[in-house]
């Protein structure tokens, strides 16, 4: 063949362009058998007409045994399956169809299709994708253990302590794991607890409840609980042979009832200590798959973990109420006042440790009140709290000065010797102002504002929205006193935000609430006005720590 240069140079010297060679059009069975796809057709009668190399490679059959054959007498394994709905559906509708689906013959391979109506009859092309189809599973089933193992986590975290959340465990690994569970604990004593079970069928349920409470005192350490729980390894049997494993008696014949095939038992780990184990039972439809069981080893590690983290969690918050509680002394006798105080902890372990409360009487004899919160939450927090509290009764006791001059005071204090430590207070003077009357003198340092119930059951809250800057910041802010002065009868709540924050609604609509509720206990004396407002305010699950004080104004004394 000539070049493009001997070309063009012909053309030039003749004027004419030489007319290119026509290939030769491929041969249409030559394109078919060179294909990489296997291709097959069959006639209206669903009889073979022409079979390609590759078909019959992957359809495992010569042309010579397909050749005039029909393709449901060849391969019956076919009817009714995809295969069939969708050529037949192709053959009717005479619009193509895409499909992927798993070979309907003893081998597990996958295949994409296309088949597409033609003269007289059914074309069909297909490739082999059982690699890509099990590399896509295998990133399926992934994705899914690592959606449900993160739904876990978030179950158990939303839980307060350890019980709750072992509690809690049965139910989330049935039936995505297994058929049954029971979780067991170990207590500090050293001796295991059965806290929880489930079941994914209904009418088992209480059957496994009933095991739950006697097989402990049955099963012999070589079962695979009790190897579990010694060794802090898994294990594994046939329920069978378990049964073997058991004396005679009802724990027996209740798992024998269960009907379950097989037992796995994983411990629960935390750090070197094993603190529990989780016993799943497979039913005999549903053997423990390796993907079930790699989920279910990486449950249990994360439970394990979990649970030690919330049990650390729930020993720091018991130390820090415990050394809050004992710093919140009752109040004194306060001359011409009844005085009320509650503390109530937090839920949250995280949430607990700041806030305090104290009532005591000035060198002179005149009352103060106040309410206090240590940003943070935990036993440092705590600890703070008991350090600022002392503070300020010192301060207040020894100088004898009104609210400014005391938060002044406790100001400077904290910035030089607690310069870590930041927290909100107030502090309240009662005063006699004669003719009967109170005067109520007071300073506010960033804490929520007091509110004032009237003895006609009015409700005011005082000096607005928030006070002065908080403590710790800057000792040389400028700070406001108010006075307000009251009759016998009215009531002084102080409170720290605690009472009326919620992490579904604003701090003005938790006052909101506050000042309604007020308003319908109006009149109650101290003790059942705290009560009640922590009833309705918190009812029985406060999100953070809350302190308040109720103060009612009786006749001063002479």
Not at 6 to 33: C, F, I, Y
Not at 177 to 183: E, N, P, Q, R, Y
Not at 453 to 459: A, F, I, L, Q, S
Not at 527 to 542: D, K, S, Y
């Amino acid at each position: 063949m000539r070049d493009s240069g001997q070309l063009q140079a012909t053309a030039t010297a003749s004027g004419r362009v030489p007319a290119l060679p026509v290939p030769r059009a491929a041969d249409p069975l030559e394109v078919l058998e060179g294909m990489p796809a296997a291709f097959f057709q069959v006639d209206a009668r669903w009889r073979f007409t022409y079979v390609n190399e590759v078909a019959e490679r992957l359809m495992r059959r010569t042309r010579a045994q397909l050749l005039g054959r029909c393709l449901w007498a060849s391969f019956p394994e076919a009817v009714g399956t995809v295969f069939e709905a969708a050529y037949r559906s192709a053959s009717a509708s005479g619009e193509p169809v895409v499909f992927e689906a798993a070979s309907p013959g003893p081998d597990d391979g996958w295949y994409d299709v296309q088949a597409w109506p033609c003269a007289g009859g059914l074309a069909v092309a297909f490739r082999e994708s059982t690699d890509r189809h099990r590399t896509d599973e295998r990133l399926r089933r992934g994705a899914a253990r690592t959606a449900f193992l993160d739904r876990l986590a978030g179950e158990l975290a939303a839980e307060h302590d350890g019980a709750a959340a072992l509690a809690r465990l049965a139910r989330l690994v049935v039936p995505e794991l297994t058929d049954g569970c029971i979780v067991t604990v170990v207590d500090r004593d050293g001796r295991p607890r059965d806290v929880s079970s489930w079941h994914t069928d209904p009418g088992r349920r209480e059957l496994l409840e009933r095991y739950t409470e006697v097989r402990l005192d049955t099963l012999p350490p070589e079962s695979p609980v009790g190897r579990a729980l010694r060794e802090g390894t898994p294990a594994a049997a046939a329920v069978d042979d378990v049964l073997a494993l058991m004396p005679c008696g009802t724990a027996a014949e209740l798992l024998r009832a269960l009907g379950s095939a097989s037992v796995v038992v994983l411990p629960l780990r935390a750090g070197a200590r094993t603190i529990g184990v989780l016993t799943l039972y497979q039913d005999p439809d549903r053997p423990a798959t390796a993907d079930a069981l790699l989920t279910a080893h990486e449950v249990a590690a994360r439970a394990g973990l979990a649970v030690d983290r919330l049990h650390r969690q729930h020993q720091q918050a018991q130390l820090a109420e415990g050394l809050q509680r004992s710093l919140l002394t009752d109040p004194p006798d306060l001359p011409g006042l009844s005085v009320a105080v509650r503390y109530v902890p937090a839920t949250e372990a995280a949430r607990v440790g700041g806030d305090w409360y104290d009532a005591f009487l000035q060198r002179d004899g005149t009352p103060v009140v106040v309410i206090g919160d240590v940003v943070g939450h935990d036993i440092a927090a705590a600890a703070a709290m008991g350090q600022l509290r002392g503070l300020l009764r010192g301060i207040a006791h020894y100088s004898g000065a009104g609210p400014v001059e005391v938060l002044r005071g406790l100001d400077e204090a904290v910035t030089s010797m607690h310069a870590d430590t930041l927290a909100t207070a107030a502090v309240a003077r009662f005063e006699p102002a004669g003719a009967g009357r109170t005067r109520l003198r007071w300073a506010n340092a960033g804490h929520p504002p007091p509110v004032l119930v009237g003895r006609d059951g009015r409700v005011t809250v005082l000096g607005g929205r928030s006070g002065d800057l908080l403590l710790g910041v800057d000792p040389a802010a400028g700070r406001r006193e108010r006075v307000r002065l009251l009759r016998p009868g009215d009531t002084v709540l102080l409170h720290t935000d605690g009472l009326i924050e919620r992490r579904d609604a604003t701090i003005d609509a938790g006052t909101a609430q506050l000042v309604a509720e007020l308003r319908v206990l109006a009149g109650r004396p101290p003790e059942e006005l705290c009560e009640a407002l922590v009833a309705r305010m918190l009812q029985g699950t406060p999100q953070d720590d809350a302190a308040l004080v109720t103060v009612r104004i009786g006749r001063p004394p002479a």
